[in-house]
Structure formats: structure tokens, C-alpha cells
């Protein structure tokens, strides 16, 4: 059976004036107890030895326990504490050495250091609680925490270490100054909660955690809302982050599953993949952030899928040796580029559909840099759809642009191959190469170029197989500089001035056309100079004038003056 006892500041019949003395009977009895507290004020170290319950008879708040310094309570037995306010300092507040312990409708008041502490093989439970300014430590022991409020931590609001597994419920977490949660070396499941306003990642995972969040929001963090490092895994689903600094962040090996997420006005970056980190991303919607909605750098290797992005500035960079994989990707009005592959990253994109952005793929950087597009759409670019620059290698199959300024171009020394690829309403042109670069194409088709179909200049070769160009205003073809290429089974087509423009360094053998074809001189560079020496006098050819010229002299001399008036004489 259970023995009873009951406390009250004043004493009374049968009644202890203070707790400490409850629990000293109740352990010479050794016998289960249930202590009542009257409410109060009670300023003792509670140190539980025994299978006990300590209950504020007056509700939540009415008992107060504190001590100046040092723990308020010590639990070495399966203790439940109801309704009690716990308020300490200099030491763990609530310190469980062994067995479980629960606390239910209970205040916790750390002014520095843990509020709780669990250690290991101990068992905590925090139930419709509040803990203020302290963290609850897991240290190898396991907890379950549900409809529970951390505010204000000085440290980290609740963490798991050393083995330790955490389940956390329909809980809020503010104003922590370092993390919300942080999970080393343990586990934690987090779902239905709020994390606001962290100093830090609201939500960190490292040294191999295991980590999972479910149905969270996260909001208004200075850093990470949700990060995973040094091989951690685990999953993000269904939860939403607003105005962190960066979204879902993941580096140095970890490997997590982000699912069905929504990710809004992210100050830097809405997914941060670098130093190693890979992972796999489905079904999320970026929106408004700041910089990248999705960065890739420094080594990180995701797999992106049925994502959306809107409303902010670069889509997807994959940067410095970065690499991924995305697929199913839609980009809508964007303030620069839709996708960026540059210093030696690698990137395979498929089925990408951008709409109403400056520029669609851009890349930059050595021969090491690469780029696929596949299976894929832009509409509405502004600028070019697709340019590929420095001396990167880019492969588009399949991709499809829809009114832009150009809409496929390589320059510098950059490789660009287009197969089966397709451009409609460009103002510019269809497909060009500029500097040194080579394009390469093979069934292309341009359709109602306001400019030219393909074109070529500086040194650049443009070689087409089988292409198809339609209603070019100026000319269906253009090579002019000291540009070359061939065009083989190629047609063009429609009411443009010219089906080519050529300088002659280029084979036209394979091209169809009604349309009127022009030869032009081939650009040539400036010749030596050549003096000649007059001696009878000066030989004009044309038209001169502001020339100073002598003749008979061995030795001239000019001078040049100029009058108060500004005129030169």
C-alpha cells in the first residue's frame, strides 16, 4: 500500500512543516509514498531515496521549493513530481541518478547551468511543463517531453548526449541562446512543435545522431533552422521553417531525408549542402529566400526531387567541386539565374521547367565543370536561357526554350552540345558561340528569331547536323569574325532576309535554303605600316585634314601652340 503524508508551513495535526521531513519518514518506512504539499514557500534540498509522489495540493504554482544555491531535487527512485515550482542556481536544479522520473505541470526556474539532469540508464518524462532559462540534459538516458515550454536558455533548451534518446511532442522552444535541441552521439524523434527565435541552429544534429523531425515549424532563428553534421541521419517531414538565416543545412558526411517541406523567406539559403554532406530531398517548396534557395558546395552530393522554388534569387548553385542530382525542379520569377554550375562542380538537372527569370543554366569555370540539362523547359527569359562560359563542358537533350533573348550560347573556351533541342520567339538567336568555344548540334530547331537562327563569331566554331530554322528575321545562319563550323543536312526556311551570312571559313554543303546567301570578306587583322617619302610633295587619295606634313627636309621639327582663345595654331 501506499503511505500518505501531508505537508503544511504551519504544521498541523498529522502534518509536517516541511518536505524534507515527509521524506525522511517515508523512507525509514520504506513503503511507497504519496506526500501533499500545501501550498507554500519551501526553502530545502529534496533528496528522494524511494518510490514517491509529491503532489501541490492547491495546483500548478501554489508550492514553491528553492534553495541559494544547489539542487533542489535529487531522485535516485521512480519519483513523480505534480505541480511543484522548482527554482535554483549554481547546480543542476533537478538532478536523476537513477530509476525514472517524472515531472508533471511542473515549473523549472535555472538561472544558470541544467535544469534538469538525466544520467545515464535513467528515465525521464516531462509532461504540460515549463522550464525557464536552464536545458534539460539527457546524458545516456531516455526522456519523453510532451506539451512542455523551454524559454529563454542560456544554453541549449534541451540536449541529448552520449547515447541518449529523446522524444519531444507538441512543445514549444523559444529564445534559447544557443540551440533549441542539439542531438550528440544520441537519438531524438521532435514532433508537432515551435521552435522561435534560437541563437543558433534551432535544431542540431551531430557526431552520428539520430535524428527525426515531424510537423514542426521553426521560425525566426540567426542561424540553421535544422542541421545535420559529422554523419548524422535522420529525416525532416512535413514541417515548415520561416525566416531563418539558413533552412535545412547539411555538411561532413551527414546523409538525412527532407520530405514535404515548406521553407519561406530563409535569409541566405534555403538548403545548404556543403563540406561532404549529401542527402536526399523530395517534394519541398522554397520560396523567397534571400540568396540560393538551394546551395550545393565544397564536395556535398544531394539528390533534389519535385521541388519548387519562387520569389527569390538564384534557384540552385553548385559550386567549388560540388555535385547533384536534380530532377522534376520547377523555378518560377526569379531576380537571377535559375540554375548555376561553376568551379568545377558537376551537376545533372532533369526535367527542369523555369519560368520568368533573367537566365536559366549558366556555368563557369575550368574543364572540370559540367553540366547536363535534360527533358527540360524554359519560358520567358529575359536574358540567355542557357550560357555555358570559361572552359566548361555542357550537354543539353531535349530542352525546349520558349520566348528569351538567347536561348542557347557558349563563349570563352566553353563546349556546349545540344541534341534534339528546340527554341521558339528569341530575339536574338537560336544557338551561338562567341570567343573560342564550340557548340555542337545536332536536330535543332528555331522557330520566329527575331535576329538570327545559329550564329558564330571571334574564333568560336558552330557545328549543326540537321537543323531546322524557321522565320529567322535577319539571317537563318551567321559566321562572321574569323568564326567557322559546318552546317550538314541543315534548312532554312520562312521570310528572313538571308538563309546565311558567311565569311567563308565555313562549309555550307549541307544547306537547304530559298533564301539569298552572302559571302563576306574574312576579318582581317591590321597590315604593317608603310611610310612613304614624298619628296616633290604631298599625294592626297581622299579627303584630309588636321595634318601637319613637311617635305625636303633631312631633319623636321613641329611645334604646337595654343592662342589665349583655346585655338591651336
Known amino acids: 500500500m501506499v503511505a500518505r503524508y501531508v505537508v503544511a508551513p504551519n504544521g498541523g495535526r498529522r502534518a509536517h512543516r516541511d518536505i524534507t521531513s515527509a521524506l525522511a519518514e517515508a523512507a525509514r518506512r520504506g513503503r511507497p509514498a504519496l506526500i501533499e504539499i500545501e501550498p507554500g514557500h519551501y526553502e530545502e534540498t529534496l533528496t528522494v531515496r524511494g518510490e514517491t509522489r509529491l503532489v501541490a495540493v492547491g495546483g500548478p504554482g501554489s508550492v514553491v521549493v528553492t534553495r541559494p544555491r544547489g539542487t533542489v531535487l535529487d531522485s535516485s527512485a521512480p519519483v513523480v513530481v505534480q505541480g511543484l515550482v522548482l527554482l535554483g542556481r549554481g547546480a543542476d536544479v533537478v538532478s536523476c541518478h537513477a ?139 512535413r514541417t515548415r521553417v520561416l525566416d531563418a538565416q539558413y533552412g535545412i543545412a547539411v555538411a561532413s558526411g551527414a546523409d538525412p531525408v527532407v520530405r514535404d517541406c515548406v521553407l519561406t523567406g530563409c535569409r541566405d539559403t534555403g538548403l545548404d549542402i556543403n563540406n561532404g554532406g549529401r542527402g536526399r530531398f523530395e517534394n519541398c517548396e522554397i520560396t523567397r529566400a534571400g540568396n540560393v534557395a538551394v546551395l550545393v558546395t565544397k564536395s556535398g552530393a544531394p539528390e533534389v526531387h519535385d521541388c519548387r522554388v519562387a520569389d527569390g534569387k538564384v534557384a540552385i548553385a553548385v559550386t567549388d567541386g560540388g555535385r547533384g542530382r536534380f ?170 532576309q538571308l538563309g546565311a551570312l558567311h565569311n567563308g571559313l565555313v562549309d555550307l554543303a549541307g544547306l537547304s535554303t530559298s533564301l539569298p546567301v552572302l559571302e563576306m570578306a574574312v576579318r582581317t587583322g591590321p597590315g604593317p605600316t608603310v611610310v612613304h617619302h614624298h619628296y616633290e610633295g604631298p599625294v592626297f587619295n581622299g579627303l584630309v585634314h588636321d595634318v601637319q606634313l613637311a617635305w625636303r627636309n633631312i631633319h623636321a621639327v613641329q611645334h604646337r601652340t595654343t592662342n589665349e582663345d583655346g585655338n591651336r595654331t
Open 327 to 496: 530532377t522534376r525542379i520547377d523555378i518560377r520569377d526569379l531576380t537571377s539565374a535559375a540554375l548555376r554550375v561553376h568551379d568545377e562542380a558537376t551537376a545533372v538537372f532533369e526535367h527542369i521547367t523555369v519560368e520568368r527569370c533573367p537566365s536559366g543554366l549558366e556555368t563557369r569555370g575550368n574543364g572540370g565543370t559540367q553540366a547536363e540539362l535534360t527533358d527540360s523547359v524554359m519560358r520567358d527569359v529575359a536574358m540567355a536561357a542557357v550560357t555555358a562560359l570559361g572552359q566548361t563542358w555542357v550537354t543539353l537533350r531535349r530542352v525546349s526554350v520558349e520566348r528569351a533573348a538567347l536561348a542557347f550560347g557558349a563563349g570563352e573556351e566553353a563546349q556546349l552540345l545540344l541534341e534534339d533541342c528546340g527554341a521558339a520567339a528569341v530575339t536574338t538567336g537560336g544557338a551561338s558561340a562567341f570567343g573560342g568555344a564550340r557548340v555542337l548540334a545536332r536536330n535543332l530547331t528555331v522557330t520566329g528569331s527575331d535576329g538570327l537562327g545559329v550564329f558564330a563569331r571571334d574564333t568560336a566554331r558552330l557545328e549543326i547536323e540537321g537543323a531546322t530554322l524557321v522565320d529567322c528575321a535577319v539571317s537563318g545562319a551567321s559566321f562572321v569574325d574569323d568564326s567557322g563550323g559546318r552546317l550538314e543536312g541543315c534548312s532554312v526556311t520562312g521570310t528572313g
Open 99 to 237: 530509476g525514472a522520473l517524472t515531472l508533471e505541470h511542473t515549473e523549472i526556474r535555472a538561472h544558470d547551468g541544467v535544469a534538469v539532469h538525466a544520467r545515464p540508464g535513467t528515465s525521464l518524462t516531462l509532461r504540460d511543463s515549463t522550464v525557464l532559462h536552464g536545458r534539460v540534459l539527457l546524458a545516456g538516458a531516455e526522456g519523453l517531453v510532451e506539451r512542455c515550454r523551454f524559454t529563454d536558455a542560456a544554453d541549449n533548451a534541451l540536449a541529448v548526449i552520449d547515447g541518449g534518446r529523446l522524444s519531444l511532442a507538441g512543445s514549444r522552444i523559444e529564445g534559447s541562446r544557443l540551440h533549441g535541441v542539439r542531438v550528440s552521439g544520441g537519438s531524438a524523434r521532435i514532433e508537432r512543435c515551435v521552435l522561435t527565435r534560437t541563437g543558433m541552429a534551432a535544431v542540431f544534429a551531430d557526431a552520428r545522431a539520430e535524428l527525426t523531425v515531424t510537423d514542426c515549424l521553426v521560425e525566426s532563428v540567426q542561424a540553421e533552422a535544422i542541421a545535420y553534421v559529422e554523419q548524422s541521419r535522420g529525416s525532416v517531414e
